[in-house]
C-alpha cells in the first residue's frame, strides 16, 4: 500500500475553533492549541482511500493543500474511490465539498463517501459547538454518494474494517486497511499525535477521556504485536509511526 500524507500545515486553534497557520513570524506567539491537519491517501491494489478531508486551507493561488498535492502525485480527484469520516468536526470535512458559482458539487465525485449515521446525529444535536461548521456539513450530507453506516462495527470491504470507538466524540469511528503482510490504523482523534502513547492522560477536550486513553493503550500493544503502521492526523512532526 502506498500512503500519501495531505499535510494542509501546522496550525494554531482557540476556543472558537479558529485555524491560524503556523510560520516562522507567528510560531513562537501563537497562542492557542497547536496541530497539524493531515488527511491521508491511502492507495491499495482496489482503491484509493480518502481518510477524513481536512479543513480546505488554500494556498495564495487559491487552490487547496490538498489538490495541490494530489496533483503532485498525478492523482485526481475523480480517482478517489472512497472517502473514509471518522467524524464530522469541521478540521475533518471540509474538502469533501466544493463551492461553485452554481451552489457546492462532490469534490470525489466518484467516490462513495462512509458517515457513521449516529455520529451525524450527535452532531446535529450539538448545533452550540464551534467543532462543527454546520454550512459544510449541511451540504456535505445532500450528497447522491454517501453511504451512511449504521453498525458499530464491521467490514467496508475485505481491506477495510471499521469500529465506532468513542472516546474523542461519542460515535467516532477508527479504520483498520490490510493488505497482504500490511495493517495500517486509524484512530483519528483518539490518538492524533505521537505524544498521546507517551503520556497516558485523559483529555478533557475528548467527550470521554478516559475512554480514549484506555482505547489507545491497548492498540498501542496491538500495534507493537502486529506491526501496525499508525496515521497520526494532528502530529506537528510526523504523520505515521511504524510498530
Do not use: C
Request: no cysteine; net charge negative.
Amino acid at each position: 500500500m502506498k500512503i500519501i500524507p495531505l499535510k494542509e500545515g501546522n496550525f494554531s486553534t482557540n476556543k472558537t475553533k479558529d485555524f491560524t497557520l503556523l510560520t516562522e513570524e507567528n510560531a513562537d506567539t501563537a497562542k492557542g492549541i497547536k496541530m497539524s491537519v493531515t488527511p491521508f491517501l491511502i492507495i491499495t491494489e482496489k482503491d484509493v482511500i480518502l481518510l477524513d478531508g481536512g479543513i480546505g486551507w488554500k494556498n495564495k493561488s487559491g487552490k487547496t493543500v490538498i489538490s495541490e498535492i494530489m496533483e503532485g502525485e498525478n492523482i485526481k480527484p475523480e480517482n478517489v474511490t472512497k472517502v473514509l469520516l471518522s467524524h464530522l468536526h469541521k478540521d475533518h470535512i471540509e474538502t469533501t465539498i466544493t463551492r461553485t458559482d452554481n451552489g457546492f458539487e462532490a469534490t470525489f465525485p466518484n467516490a462513495e463517501i462512509f458517515i457513521q449515521k449516529q455520529e451525524l446525529d450527535y452532531a446535529m444535536n450539538s448545533k452550540g459547538s464551534h467543532s462543527y461548521n454546520f454550512d459544510t456539513l449541511e451540504k456535505l450530507i445532500e450528497l447522491d454518494n454517501i453511504v451512511w453506516m449504521d453498525e458499530d462495527r464491521g467490514s467496508i470491504t475485505d481491506e477495510i474494517y471499521f469500529e465506532v470507538a468513542g472516546g474523542h466524540t461519542p460515535f467516532m469511528q477508527v479504520f483498520w486497511i490490510r493488505e497482504g503482510e500490511e495493517t495500517i490504523f486509524y484512530g483519528s482523534d483518539d490518538l492524533p499525535q505521537e505524544s498521546y502513547l507517551k503520556y497516558h492522560l485523559a483529555y478533557k477536550s475528548d467527550f470521554d477521556g478516559r475512554k480514549a486513553m484506555e482505547l489507545r493503550q491497548k492498540w498501542q500493544k496491538e500495534a507493537i504485536e502486529n506491526h501496525w503502521q499508525i496515521l497520526l492526523y494532528h502530529d506537528l512532526n510526523k504523520s505515521m509511526l511504524q510498530f
